[in-house]
């Protein structure tokens, strides 16, 4: 597997910080806020005398109370139906090893969350991907070009949503149309909704298990990461009606045992979560995005849509190379002695060639710290080497 | 992937408990002693606020002192000779997917670990079997035989020492006449050592980092799972000064973000458990050890090798079908409304035919409970309806 341009600016960002400047971490999807109490204090209470494996399933009493949670969602399964995985990560390797065979084909919108190649290296399943562009703000493509990409061996379609790493949430009517191809072609729809809980300007979610007719197509993949700021967990979940695919994926749990028997406290605890701490967390990240919205839209040659969830941005900018953008930052900008360090989007792209003026930044800093990171990014494109003239788009995506 | 024997005998153990009957579980291999004080204690005490992703290699504390802790074996390695992984199930992953491409072969010493099964399927790996017999203790087979099996397609040699499901032991010669093949073929060693603690009888615990002029072939697995009772920590290692390897398994690692922050916590602080708690383990698990391979050897029919390490014995008994009466245990016999539950060897041997007269029993009981099992056992033997004659076997065995 080649390296990812995100991890091969590691050492500059460890030779920026050597030289004592401040680094801005923009380039992660490691949110700043604190897990909740709810969750901490019940691993502090805990009450595990032997450390044993759990179901390979996970524990009964975490899956039960997860289906309620599911349930506020308008999400209505079983708690058979759900499978809890060693992060979000294990929920994507088993779907793809339950659901495809090796040579079989996923065609997945592009950019993507990078790490989708390495599970599908792994399964032996090749990515096709569809191009979403930016002049459409990131939008589901249309169903012809997926039509074009669907051969025989054809299995099964990925979607994020809200997306990693534009931030778009896809509407009622792109999941329909969607649904119909689904429906058509009997293919898998695998959906990635870790973000669900991050939905801004008062969007609706939509989730995969809301359409019509395809509820033995449907995977959902899940985590508590995001939601609860709880990635060293390591908790996801595999939703599915379809007993067949559970059936296949349990024997694939029961290979590596059980998922982490802490990580579960955390996330059976964390359903019980107060819903004011969510409150507190859409006000911090609404406020967050649209700084950092306006903010790089008032940068001469820089369009940046306005996501709709998750917390991250795509933007472009008046840039030669993402990736060289990224490592001039680190290597040879400063700004009072600070930098930042995003991610170029080139790693989001399985098409070679695209994503080249675009990058990735996660808001995961508070607002200040973010301002200070904004007025870094304003400074650096003043003074790049390789800026490029101002950047034509469509009045669409701003 | 096939349904392991033992999992196909869980409904019959879970009827059986329905109807009120007391069922001794020897069939799994989840200790009954508790995790120690030293590592719950660094669980409650945590002080993290943000349950983030740890460093995808896991956490440098713990690799430094987990290199410390090999150091006490006399296994001289880096702390970047080790990557953590999520249990030792990882770790055999890692392995697999670093070190060989798909098609290429493992030849492993059967009977065996049935998971490695599960995790070569998923790697695209063919497992060569070549078999281990009662008759010989289960001591490793001569290396003609292994020169038999090796062909332009192997890549790796497997072993697992003190051995899951024999408890056999490897002593330094066999290590070291293994040693001479991998050297000469230059092929991957893989050792699963995680019950390495467990070795009975002053024996002297022989690991591959131990080998001469190998250091470039041998990747050790790892796992705290079995030494301090942590199953469900998820927690293990992958040890290998081949730094290419290590380097190739990193990119795995990174696609699955990070091993569980907790269970790094549980490992990190085990290292300090006392040796207190080891010498207590191993008078426990001497004396079951004895109780059951003493109590068994007794029984008509029945061949016990006393296994050196593990907490594992497998047995011949005079049966027509060790799946078959491992199932009548359950579902039709009890003495005083109990039973016991115990692994057919068929699942742990990749040759079909082979282990129909086996079992194992894990002695992962105390000994009041385990001598009441082997009563079970006893009574269950007398009157089975698929008793077959005296096994014979060489005094060698015994």
């Given at each position: 597997m080649p390296q990812s341009p995100i991890r091969k600016l590691v050492p500059y960002a460890e030779a920026a910080k050597k030289k004592g400047r401040i680094v801005y971490?923009?380039?992660?999807?490691?949110?700043?806020i604190e897990t909740p109490d709810t969750s901490r204090n019940a691993i502090k209470n805990n009450a595990l005398k032997v450390v044993a494996y759990s179901h390979s399933a996970g524990n009964e009493t975490y899956r039960r109370k997860l289906a309620e949670y599911y349930r506020r969602f308008d999400i209505h399964v079983d708690y058979s139906d759900i499978l809890i995985t060693t992060g979000g990560s294990e929920a994507i390797m088993f779907a793809l090893l339950s659901c495809l065979n090796p040579g079989q084909e996923v065609i997945i919108s592009e950019?993507?969350?990078?790490n989708y190649n390495g599970f599908a290296i792994q399964a032996g399943v090749t990515v096709k991907p569809i191009t979403a562009k930016i002049e459409n703000?990131?939008?589901?493509?249309s169903m012809s070009e997926f039509e074009k990409l669907i051969t025989p061996k054809t299995g099964a379609i990925l979607i994020c949503n809200p997306n990693n790493p534009t931030g778009y949430m896809y509407s009622r009517d792109e999941l329909n149309a969607l649904r119909d191809i689904i429906k058509k072609r009997d293919l898998y729809l695998f959906a990635d909704?870790?973000?669900?809980?991050?939905?801004?300007?008062g969007r609706e979610f939509v989730s995969?298990?809301?359409?019509?007719?395809?509820a033995e197509n449907v995977v959902v993949l899940d985590s508590i990461s995001k939601r609860y700021s709880?990635?060293?967990?390591r908790i996801g979940s595999m939703v599915s009606k379809n007993k067949t695919v559970i059936g296949t994926a349990l024997k694939f749990a029961q290979a590596r045992l059980s998922p982490p028997s802490y990580g579960q406290i955390v996330g059976e605890s964390a359903i019980?979560?107060?819903?004011s701490y969510f409150d507190d967390v859409l006000v911090e990240y609404t406020k967050r995005r649209n700084l950092v919205v306006s903010t790089l839209n008032k940068i001469d040659g820089v369009v940046c849509p306005t996501p709709g969830g998750a917390f991250y941005v795509a933007a472009r900018l008046p840039i030669d190379d993402a990736d060289k953008f990224c490592r001039w930052l680190l290597e040879e900008f400063e700004y009072e002695n600070q930098t930042v360090m995003l991610a170029p989007m080139t790693g989001f792209y399985?098409?070679?060639?695209?994503?080249?003026?675009e990058i990735r930044l996660g808001y995961v800093l508070n607002v200040d710290a973010l301002a200070k990171a904004m007025t870094c990014l304003e400074k650096a494109l003043a003074i790049y080497p390789g800026r490029t003239m101002q950047t034509v788009v469509s009045d669409k995506a701003r």
């Open positions: 971490h923009l380039n992660i999807g490691q949110p700043d950019p993507f969350y990078a703000g990131f939008g589901l493509p909704e870790v973000y669900k809980e991050f939905c801004y300007d995969v298990m809301h359409l019509e007719d395809i709880a990635c060293g967990a019980d979560t107060p819903d399985s098409t070679p060639g695209l994503g080249k003026d």
